[in-house]
């Protein structure tokens, strides 16, 4: 019997090793034997599994609905036979090239986003700091807190300005009295008003109504707080060099986050690994999914899927479908654009041209390199 490395099985099949350890996870049709050195091996019959595989994908059945015939009934089965058009796996196969390549040297830690506070009027300087002292306390008295002190009642009192009139109508003018102002610092004060507060404040006032989350609070305040670190690199001298250090971030939490911020949002998560080398890194990507989620809901979708899965071995594709509304289209000094292309090392046109980054009718997509974690690193561990 012949045996085949990964590096072989991908080569033949077109399948990244990526996608290949992230199917042995999730579904049983796939199981390959493993040397004494733990390195995985592939049969003849496993070869000849992957080819169906890929002869029913091009045909247009997604892979969930192939998983469930099992192994013997993926061998069984004709693809010549289907009379099923274009499946849900083949449209978002088709958003952008499967080729799609990284061009930077080094990986891409978050920076390149941010502006100094040194270019803030002062009273757009004084709100930011506000809001960030107070979104930041939010996390920090979390953590501070025991779990039966964690209460309803603490959270909303100390929340509370964030429903005044006086300081709502402050947040809502910022950059408003300034024709000065950079693309940068414009962005990075869109980030302050929009971000994850607007969602944060949606759920505060369902907190207050007595059908909302603390801790779901808690985590948005957190979002916010990190946002405005990566918008202005010296908003928090003692917190930026942590940002800046070396912990891994998984994608799970990422993911599953958004579902707990829009009820209506579904989220399918095809892939277990690390997004960010970093939070600073994170911070980047949540300023990308903060908009996107911003844009989705003024189209109006009435329900949205998320699809996040590897696209090859260097980038995962991260894929909202939101039925047959249209967002807003990503313009070149866009800040997901601007973040997409510096993480990928192409010019921002660029990653708008090739589809990096892009939306269409239903569709509204970004990728983002995969995180390789070296070996003996600990996960960070700023989630709650």
């Known amino acids: 019997m012949n045996l085949y490395k990964m590096s072989t099985v991908s080569e033949i099949t077109g399948f990244s090793p990526t996608l290949l350890r992230a199917w042995e996870r999730r579904y049983q049709f796939l199981k390959p034997s493993r040397l004494p050195g733990g390195h995985r091996v592939y049969s003849d019959d496993d070869l000849d599994l992957l080819k169906r595989v890929k002869e029913l994908l091009e045909s247009g059945r997604s892979i969930g609905e192939i998983a469930t015939m099992g192994r013997d009934g993926i061998g069984a089965v004709s693809p010549e ?100 102002y950079s693309p940068m610092v414009i962005s990075a004060l869109a980030d302050c008003k929009r971000g994850a507060l607007v969602p944060l404040l949606r759920h505060l006032e369902d907190l207050k109504a007595g059908r909302g989350c603390v801790k779901t609070c808690v985590l948005l305040a957190r979002d916010q707080a990190k946002i405005m670190r990566n918008a202005f690199h010296d908003i928090d001298h003692n917190l930026r060099p942590a940002d800046e250090s070396r912990k891994p971030h998984a994608i799970g939490p990422m993911v599953k986050k958004l579902e707990k911020v829009l009820p209506h949002y579904e989220a399918h998560l095809d892939w277990d690994g690390s997004v960010s080398s970093r939070c600073l890194e994170t911070s980047a990507v949540d300023r990308v999914l903060y908009e996107i989620v911003r844009r989705i809901e003024a189209a109006e979708a009435d329900s949205v899927a998320l699809w996040v899965g590897p696209l090859n071995d260097v980038l995962t594709r991260w894929a909202f479908q939101t039925g047959e509304k249209a967002v807003r289209p990503f313009e070149p000094e866009d800040l997901p654009t601007l973040a997409v292309s510096s993480a990928v090392g192409v010019q921002p046109a660029s990653a708008l041209e090739q589809g990096y980054i892009g939306s269409r009718p239903g569709w509204v997509w970004f990728h983002w390199p995969v995180f390789q974690v070296p070996a003996g690193s600990h996960m960070c561990r700023c989630d709650i």
Request: hydrophobic content about 35%.
């Open 81 to 180: 036979s289907t009379t099923q058009p274009p499946g849900l796996e083949s449209e978002i196969q088709s958003l952008a090239s499967l080729d799609l390549k990284i061009f930077r040297s080094e990986r891409y830690a978050g920076e390149g986003l941010s502006v100094s506070l040194k270019e803030l009027e002062l009273r757009d300087l004084a709100t930011v700091n506000r809001l960030y002292q107070l979104v930041k306390g939010i996390y920090e008295l979390w953590l501070y807190l025991d779990e039966p002190s964690r209460t309803e009642k603490v959270f909303v009192s100390r929340l509370s300005d964030l429903t005044s009139k006086e300081f709502g109508d402050a947040i809502a003018c910022l950059g408003g009295g300034s024709c000065s």
